[in-house]
């Protein structure tokens, strides 16, 4: 709920000044831009690593196994 400005505090108003500035606007548009890659990349990375995780698993259950027979 936004306030009436005489009641605004010190840092509404500075993060309001932010917001306005060039560096602010060019970051929202590039993240805006950027964020489907990033959640791609994110996306391939995890599924990366629970497949190598999955490969490490099974190495170590079949290496245990073997292990606990002797």
Known sequence: MKHSPEFRSKR???RAALKKTTGYKMWSVLF???YPFIAVFTFVFSCIVMFFSGI???LAYVLGKGHAEH
């Open 32 to 34: 805006t831009i950027m």
């Open 12 to 14: 509404e108003e500075e």
């Open 56 to 58: 490490s698993r099974a």
